[in-house]
Every structure is written in structure tokens, then in C-alpha cells.
């Protein structure tokens, strides 16, 4: 069973960085990806980055490019989402989900989340 617990969330000023923290376990292989979502009151969730585990691939979404970054540590199963240059809008709970690539069902697996508010 695959588990995801994120951490590294708070509170920051705007122009400040966190780093965000997803420990995994119960990954059966590197065919995954491992995506990082937010979602900010009375909005959709969204997508902000993901990385394949397999080739350390990442893919960012527009509004977080040039401001957050996705790696991993292997050795931890855990995948950190640094982000810098925060804004007001940032503000959301974010949470981390695994995509098993060759079960081809999607994000099937999330964590709890973790808060993210960004002061103006």
C-alpha cells in the first residue's frame, strides 16, 4: 500500500521560500511519477510539478517555472518541492500524489496535505 506524508508547509512572507517534503512509502518500482497539487479555498485543485521517478524528468506548471523546483532523494523515497520567490497567490494546502505509470489509473495515491499561506 502506497503511502504519502507531506511536510514543510507554514507561513512565509511573500519573496520568502519553503521547502515542502513528500516521504513515500510502498512504491513498488521507479514507474511512477510523483506529482505535487495545490489547492487554495474555494478553488479547484491544480496542478504544480511533477517528476518521473524513473528519469528525474520534471514537468512544471506555467504560473510556478522559474520559482519552484522538484528532486528527489532515493536513498529517502522522498521527493522535496523547494519553493522560492512565493507570492500571495501561492497560498494554498498542497499535496503530494503518485502515479503508478504502468497501472495507467492516474493519481491513485495522495497524502494528506500541507498549508502553505503566503503573506503579503
Known amino acids: 500500500q502506497v503511502q504519502l506524508v507531506e511536510s514543510g508547509g507554514g507561513l512565509v512572507q511573500a519573496g520568502g521560500s519553503l521547502r515542502l517534503s513528500c516521504a513515500a512509502s510502498?512504491?513498488?518500482?521507479?514507474?511512477?511519477?510523483m506529482g505535487w497539487f495545490r489547492q487554495a479555498p474555494g478553488k479547484e485543485r491544480e496542478f504544480v510539478v511533477r517528476?518521473?521517478?524513473?528519469?528525474?524528468?520534471?514537468y512544471y506548471a506555467t504560473s510556478v517555472k522559474g520559482r519552484f523546483s522538484i528532486t528527489t532523494d532515493n536513498a529517502k523515497n522522498t521527493v522535496y518541492l523547494q519553493m522560492n520567490s512565493l507570492k500571495p497567490e501561492d497560498t494554498a494546502v498542497y499535496y503530494c500524489a503518485a502515479n503508478n505509470q504502468l497501472r495507467g489509473r492516474g493519481y491513485e495515491y495522495w497524502g494528506q496535505g500541507t498549508q502553505v499561506t503566503v503573506s503579503s
Open positions: 517528476i518521473n521517478l524513473s528519469n528525474s524528468s520534471p
Open positions: 510502498g512504491l513498488s518500482s521507479f514507474n511512477y511519477y
